[in-house]
């Protein structure tokens, strides 16, 4: 299994000099295979062209995970993310609201955004292709998302093990029906169909995520 994921990390010549060390790392690292996602370090953004001028960032604040797969390697990586439509930010209180509003997400009567894992390919370089189903206003359809192992820390400030994860995919909103559109006065679309989907995600063991809700609370912050 390490000999994998050193091929994967790029460090399947026994000659490279960074072998040894990332494989006395990993084999102190411990072999866990139940997750959670740590909501104060993980990122839920979308990116949409507007007018063909700029991309309009978007993100969602809130968001529950239940993440498993066996460390150090995770072969067998899977997820299941529930979103929350209303916690959707991007920066301007009207854009908010009018796509929370049924010509959009309709927040109201779909308030979930739901993804699940259906299986994992992991490639060279700490890269690997999640498939699973993506479900928004009850439309369901399978998408790939192109992710990368970042990091892995044995011990953090509780010392309990993290590892991180940058996920990618790109979809046309119109499958799930959000096919809102209107037309500037030279005929451009105002908002692209093409929408670009981001997440950066942190994980730890639940007594790791207890352990910092504990020391925020301690030092007196909100957790």
Known sequence: ML????TWLGLGDRRNGDRQKVLQKLSGFPAISEWVLDPYHTQIRFRIMHMGLV????????????????SPAF??????VQVEVDSLQSDMLARDLHLKSAEFFDA?????????????QWRPLKRFLLEGDLTIR?????????????????????????????LTAQIDRRAWGLTWQVETQDGTPAVDNLVTLEIDAEITTPVGMEALRQMLTQMGMPA
Not at 3 to 6: A, C, G
Not at 55 to 70: D, K, Y
Not at 108 to 120: A, L
């Open 138 to 166: 009850d439309k369901t359809h399978r998408i790939q998302l192109d992710g990368e192992l970042k990091g892995l820390v044995l011990k953090d400030l509780v010392g309990q093990p993290r590892v991180s994860f940058h």
């Open 3 to 6: 000999q994998k994921l050193l």
């Open 108 to 120: 109201e009567k779909y308030p979930y955004i739901t993804f699940r894992s259906t299986g994992v």
């Open 55 to 70: 991309e309009v960032v978007g993100r969602f604040t809130r968001f529950s995970a239940q993440v498993r797969g066996s």
């Open 75 to 80: 072969t067998d990586l899977a997820a299941e």
